[in-house]
C-alpha cells in the first residue's frame, strides 16, 4: 500500500486536515507526513494542548483556513468523515484516508488504508513509512508522543506497538521522557482537568448486573479522562458525556474483562450513531459518539446495552 501512497503525495501539492480538536495522534500523523513529504498541515477546527505543544517542540505550523482548490492531493489522517474533520464539504475524490478506527460501511475517498488493530495512526504512519532505520528527531517524537497519547502511555498497547515505539527510538533518538515531557499539564488546563474529573465522580450513576458494573456520568470537558477516572474507581465500562445546546459529546472506555467478554464500544458506538443520525466509532476499549440529542437518554442507552452484552 506505501508505494500508491507514496506516488499519491510526491504528486502536485498535498494538504494533510487534522480532526476536530486534534489529539496527539492526528497531530503526530501529519507533523510525520509533512516532513516526509512537505505538505501543508491544516486544523479546521482547533488542536488539543499536546497538540499545540508537539507543534511548538516540532516547529510545524497549521495552516487555519485554506482553499482546497489550491490542493492537488488531501490527506485525512485519524478520521474518515467531515462531520469528524469539522467541515461541510470535501472532494473525497481527491482524499485519501489513513485511520486505525473501524472503517465505515461506506468512504468515498480515493484512497483508504484502515487498521483497526493498530493501537493509533502514528503506528501506522510509521509502518506505511517503511520503519526507516535512521529518521529524524522530530519525526521520531511526533510519532512517539502520538503512540504515548493514544495508548494511554502503553496502557493499551500490543506487543506490535512496543515493537514500534522501540524502533522509533533506535531510528531518531527521540527518548521515552522526551515524548513523555509534552504530556505534563501545567497552570489553568491542569486544574480544569481535576475539577472534570471530580466533577464525574459527584454525577456519577452506575448500575450492576451479576459481576459487572458499569458507570456514566455529565461534565462540560475532558471527557475521556473523567471516563479513564471512572474506570479507576472501580467501573468495569464507563461513559461520560457532555452536552452543548442540542448536540451532545459521549465517550465510553472499557476493562481488558470487558472486552474478553464481547463488548467493541466502537462497533457499539457505530450501531448507535446509525440510528440517532450521529457520528460514532472507535477501538473495542476507547470509542465516541457525537450527535443531536438528550444527553442522558444516550447514556442511559449505553449503559443498559453494555450490560446486554456482558451479560449475555
Known amino acids: 500500500m506505501m508505494p500508491e501512497i507514496d506516488k499519491f503525495l510526491s504528486k502536485g501539492r498535498a494538504l494533510?486536515?487534522?480532526?476536530?480538536?486534534?489529539?496527539a495522534d492526528a497531530v503526530g500523523s501529519g507533523i510525520a507526513?509533512?516532513?516526509?513529504?512537505?505538505?501543508?498541515?491544516?486544523?479546521p477546527s482547533g488542536i488539543s494542548r499536546v497538540g499545540k505543544r508537539l507543534l511548538e517542540d516540532t516547529g510545524?505550523?497549521?495552516?487555519?483556513?485554506?482553499?482546497?482548490?489550491?490542493?492537488?492531493?488531501?490527506?485525512?489522517?485519524?478520521?474518515?468523515?467531515?462531520?469528524?474533520?469539522?467541515?461541510?464539504?470535501?472532494?473525497?475524490?481527491?482524499?485519501?484516508?489513513?485511520?486505525?478506527?473501524s472503517q465505515p460501511e461506506k468512504c468515498e475517498a480515493r484512497l483508504s488504508v484502515f487498521d483497526e488493530d493498530a493501537t493509533s495512526t502514528c503506528e501506522m504512519i510509521w509502518e506505511l513509512l517503511g520503519c526507516p532505520e535512521k529518521t529524524d528527531e522530530k519525526t521520531g517524537l511526533a510519532l512517539l508522543v502520538g503512540i504515548l497519547g493514544d495508548t494511554g502511555h502503553f496502557h493499551h498497547a500490543t506487543e506490535k506497538t512496543l515493537l514500534n515505539a522501540a524502533a522509533i527510538i533506535l531510528a531518531s533518538g527521540v527518548t521515552i521522557q522526551d515524548a513523555l515531557a509534552l504530556f505534563e499539564a501545567t497552570g489553568q488546563d491542569e486544574i480544569s482537568q481535576k475539577i472534570?474529573?471530580?466533577?464525574?465522580?459527584?454525577?456519577?450513576?452506575?448500575?450492576?448486573k451479576g459481576r459487572w458494573l458499569v458507570a456514566a456520568s455529565q461534565v462540560s470537558s475532558f471527557e475521556s479522562s473523567v471516563a479513564r477516572g471512572l474506570l479507576g474507581l472501580g467501573a468495569d465500562v464507563a461513559f461520560v458525556a457532555s452536552q452543548h445546546k442540542e448536540e451532545f459529546r459521549l465517550t465510553g472506555r472499557?476493562?481488558?474483562?470487558?472486552?474478553k467478554a464481547g463488548l467493541h464500544l466502537g462497533k457499539m458506538l457505530e450501531e448507535l450513531a446509525r440510528e440517532v443520525g450521529g457520528e460514532g466509532g472507535g477501538h473495542d476499549g476507547a470509542a465516541g459518539l457525537s450527535g443531536v440529542g438528550d444527553v442522558e437518554a444516550m447514556l442511559n442507552f449505553c449503559v443498559k446495552k453494555a450490560l446486554g452484552v456482558l451479560t449475555g
Open 16 to 23: 494533510a486536515i487534522l480532526h476536530a480538536n486534534a489529539d
Open 33 to 43: 507526513l509533512s516532513l516526509r513529504y512537505e505538505i501543508d498541515l491544516h486544523a
Open 60 to 101: 510545524i505550523a497549521v495552516l487555519d483556513q485554506v482553499n482546497f482548490n489550491d490542493y492537488d492531493n488531501i490527506v485525512v489522517v485519524d478520521a474518515s468523515s467531515t462531520t469528524m474533520l469539522g467541515i461541510e464539504t470535501l472532494d473525497w475524490s481527491k482524499a485519501i484516508v489513513i485511520d486505525h478506527h
Open 196 to 208: 472534570s474529573r471530580l466533577k464525574g465522580g459527584q454525577r456519577l450513576k452506575f448500575e450492576r
Open 254 to 259: 472499557a476493562k481488558p474483562s470487558a472486552l
